[in-house]
């Protein structure tokens, strides 16, 4: 994570959603319970990373809400300091993009057996059933002599 996010595309005009840059410093602020100043420098220094106006003016998310209240309390409760806060929310978000990969990697592994199990299944519909299927016979020590009948010595 180097602190910078793509500048935010709403999929739909008018549509908010957690990634939405909609709040100002002051109410971010507010809704964290941190002082602005503090916002500042965790912009500064990389941990939140909100997006910006075209004037440069900063715009939280919902999610970059929560997030700066996870700061606050990995920092006041837990005494961690703000260069481990930084590592730890780069491991979370490794963590995160890894088991979306990981996901997707798996919905491809069970398309791909399914697909497998689709040519398979067309395989065995393409059999002539005018076939008589090998059965294993069990191997015996008998010994069948075939003699063939002689046209007069009956």
Known sequence: MDGRRRRFEPAQPYQLTDESPVYVISVAAQL?????????????????SPDRTAGRGRRYSARD????????QLSQDEGINLAGIKRIIELEN???ALKARAAELQAMVEGAASTMQQREAAVHASYRRDLVPYQDVQQTSAL???RPRRQGSD
């Open 94 to 96: 490794q963590v995160a």
């Open 32 to 48: 964290s319970g941190l002082h602005p100043q503090t916002l500042r420098q965790y912009d500064r220094l990389g941990l939140v």
């Open 144 to 146: 069948v002599v075939w």
């Open 65 to 72: 809400i929560e997030l700066l209240r996870q700061v606050q």
